[in-house]
Nanobody, 126 residues
Framework: QVQLVESGGGLVQAGDSLRLSCAASGRTFSSSDLGWFRQAPGKEREFVAAIGRITLTTYYADSVKGRFTISRDNAKNTLYLQMNSLKPEDTAVYYC???????????????????WGRGTQVTVSS
């Protein structure tokens, strides 16, 4: 089994920055496509960003593009999400996800990912 653990969330003010981390176990990190999703109160879980296993191609939701940066460090088995210029609407529980399978064009849907962390809370005040 693969275990994913998110960290780095917290309470910040609008305009601040946070860096989320996702530590992975199971020795499958380097061969997995990785993604970040978030779920705000009363809303469905939504795609935030994804990064490929080999090409390192990145994808972003329109709502975060230009503000968030996804990256990975295979040596540390860690996925990151650098969040800048945070807005109150970014408030959500953020989840990291991994797929040993090729996600292809479905990098932005939950069913493409086999493993999930339990989430870290990000709260952005006005």
């Amino acid at each position: 089994q693969v275990q994913l653990v998110e960290s780095g969330g917290g309470l910040v003010q609008a305009g601040d920055s946070l860096r989320l981390s996702c530590a992975a176990s199971g020795r499958t990190f380097s061969s997995s496509d990785l993604g970040w999703f978030r779920q705000a109160p009363g809303k469905e879980r939504e795609f935030v960003a994804a990064i490929g296993r080999i090409t390192l191609t990145t994808y972003y939701a329109d709502s975060v593009k230009g503000r968030f940066t996804i990256s990975r460090d295979n040596a540390k088995n860690t996925l990151y999400l650098q969040m800048n210029s945070l807005k109150p609407e970014d408030t959500a529980v953020y989840y990291c996800a991994a797929s040993p399978r090729y996600t292809g064009a479905y990098y932005d849907i939950m069913s493409s990912y086999d493993y999930w962390g339990r989430g870290t809370q990000v709260t952005v005040s006005s």
